[in-house]
């Protein structure tokens, strides 16, 4: 039982099988439209939390990276005649540019001092999305036009359900295979301690910009598919407050837990979308919540509740 | 010329609401290293409950010294129920608590107070003072002023009283502090009391420039963040300096170039700076041990 459940991608069908069966109680559309939104932001955060549980590299701008997605696949087909689906893929492979580029000065930097660097670029796209009028829309945002895929346009909170839950896992078992091979080793090596790493010869600088291309990435996907969900895109995400969100995700849920950053996602998607009964006390309530998770549940919620019935077996 | 001055002065007074809260931020680091985002809504909390305050009926520099009393209640709660009962947890858990603490103070000041913009009556009127071609409101230099003294009284706190000096051997050392028999949880907490009441004089002296509301904690917490890191983080000197430049920065940007573009002048220059200094302007070289 023990050796199943420690099995490193013992979390995919379990996943999996949630995926599958939660539709079965989806009352409505929106329901529908709420699921895919946590795995759109679950597959994000999945993207940080290799950066920040698995390498250690703090990252307060990586809203930025969605950003660039979200907009490539609005701009491409409205303003450039770009097809929304190549939009996606060259918003992807933009994002991993930006972020090589940006990587290889900031990543130097350690600790808070790379929290405010990452800080500054997501506010620096942040702050051309909002000044672009012409291209981005400004503050009022964009619309963004429908994926069509072979002449079959894509509809319908149920349908990208479907198209984020298969990313999502995609995602994640590519995550999970990453954390256990040799470059996983070498990051959570860095990790631990960068001067340790480099004295048994993993090639510091080159393994943090290698993850931090990969996380802009997921975070760009995620930034497509949240802006294609939508149908209409505002500079808001990639502000800092959804920068904030996303580590709070990782956080959350544990870092270094792939199954925990849906977790999170789930927890600050769903728990908005529910507090707002509570109207005025809605923030209250939801900063209470935060708190208490992070006092109780210190190494985030599914590392604590794993490490707890793993013992109990 | 005059427009130099002129953005210099404008500089100055952003800068030094800037400098206080980065000052705050450096106290809590220093004493517990912890990274406080709740540090801006200390800055509304001082501002919003002098302006209810003063709805309330109640004169303004009372309302003020209550404003202030208030916040320092609010930050020693935030040390005793949020940070203290997490002791030992990592770096990040720590600042998503005070993440978690700044959305609930600002929820509450939505509930308490209200969603609109306020403003406080400036100390010495509205006429604004000519000097050598350039207008310059008494409320900037009452700014200035109560930033210096707040300054100077912080430093001859730490630099000539007995708890100053508890508290600077605590942020070196606090395992050594206990040993010498310094109560190191009261002086965490003691800091996060001159931090909260720091904020609140920030908020007040400010209000009636840049008015107020329930949400201005936010981006004074980025920018004063962003301001401690400038100036090297744990440095109160560098807190100070890094707070002015960024309020001069923005100023210059916002008058030569572009007041859109003027954050992103100010973070593309702290940028360049970290890539140069990876430590801030004043921050102390560290030895990682393996």
């Known amino acids: 039982m023990r050796t199943i459940l420690e099995h490193r991608l013992a979390s995919i069908p379990v996943m999996t099988v949630i995926v599958l069966v939660l539709p079965l109680l989806f009352p409505s559309g929106y329901y529908y439209r709420v699921a895919a939104l946590v795995l759109v932001f679950a597959l994000a955060a999945i993207g940080l939390n290799l950066l920040m549980g698995l390498a250690g590299q703090v990252s307060l701008g990586h809203a930025g990276f969605m950003g660039i997605g979200a907009y490539a696949v609005a701009i491409g087909p409205a303003h450039l005649g770009v097809p929304s689906w190549l939009s996606f893929i060259l918003g992807a492979a933009l994002s991993a540019l930006v972020a090589y580029l940006v990587g290889r000065p900031i990543l130097r930097l350690k600790g808070h001092y790379l929290a405010v660097a990452t800080l500054g670029f997501g506010l620096l796209l942040a702050i051309v999305f909002n000044n672009e009028a012409g291209l981005t829309g400004g503050p009022d945002g964009m619309p963004v036009p429908r994926l069509v895929l072979f002449a079959w346009p894509l509809r319908g909170p149920d349908t990208w359900y479907w198209i984020t839950a298969a990313s999502f896992l995609i995602g994640a078992t590519l995550a999970l295979n990453l954390i256990e091979s040799p470059t996983g080793r070498a990051l959570r090596a860095i990790h631990d301690s960068e001067v340790a790493a480099r004295t048994l010869g993993v090639d510091v600088a080159r393994k943090k910009l290698a993850i931090f291309v990969l996380s802009a990435v997921y975070a760009s996907v995620a930034g497509s598919y949240f802006a294609l969900l939508n149908g209409h895109i505002t500079p808001d995400i990639s502000g800092f407050l959804r920068s904030i969100e996303l580590v709070a995700m990782v956080v959350l849920g544990g870092m270094g837990s792939i199954a925990g950053s849906l977790v999170g996602a789930a927890l600050l998607v769903v728990l908005p979308q529910t507090l707002t009964v509570l109207h005025d006390y809605e923030h209250m309530v939801l900063g209470l919540i935060v708190m208490a998770v992070m006092i109780f549940l210190r190494a985030g919620i599914v590392p604590t509740v794993a490490n707890a019935l793993v013992r109990r077996i | ?290």
């Open chain 2, 1 to 290: 010329m005059p427009e130099l001055l002129q953005f210099t002065f404008s500089g100055l007074t952003v800068g030094a609401v800037y400098a206080l809260v980065a000052l705050g931020f450096t106290l809590i680091y220093n004493a517990s290293d912890v990274i406080n985002f709740a540090q801006g809504e200390f800055v509304m909390l001082g501002g919003m409950t002098t302006v209810f305050l003063g709805l309330a009926g109640v004169p303004l520099p009372l309302a003020a010294c209550l404003a202030i009393v208030l916040t320092v209640i609010v930050g020693l709660a935030l040390h005793r129920f949020a940070i203290e009962p997490a002791r030992g947890a990592s770096a990040v858990v720590l600042i998503i608590i005070t993440i978690g603490a700044s959305i609930f103070l600002r929820g509450a000041a939505q509930v308490v107070f209200d969603k609109r913009f306020h403003s406080l009556p400036s100390w010495f009127g509205n006429d604004p003072i000519r000097f050598g071609g350039a207008a310059i409101l008494p409320q900037s230099l009452v700014v200035l002023a109560g930033a210096v003294m707040i300054v100077l009284l912080l430093w001859v706190f730490i630099d000539r009283t007995l708890l100053g000096k508890a508290i600077v051997a605590t942020a070196a050392n606090r395992l050594a502090a206990r040993l010498v028999g310094i109560n190191t949880r009261r002086i965490v907490g003691l800091s996060f009391a001159i931090s909260a009441a720091i904020g609140a004089v920030a908020g007040i002296l400010i209000a009636p420039i840049t008015l107020t509301s329930y949400d201005v904690g936010t981006l004074l917490a980025l920018k004063g963040f962003a301001a401690a890191m400038l100036g090297g983080m744990g440095s109160a000197l560098g807190a100070v300096v890094g707070g002015l430049l960024l309020g001069l920065l923005e100023a210059f940007a916002a008058g030569y170039l572009s007041s859109q573009y003027k954050d992103a002048v100010a973070f593309l220059v702290i940028l360049a700076v970290l890539l140069a200094m990876p430590r801030g302007l004043f921050g102390r070289a560290s030895v990682e041990r393996v």
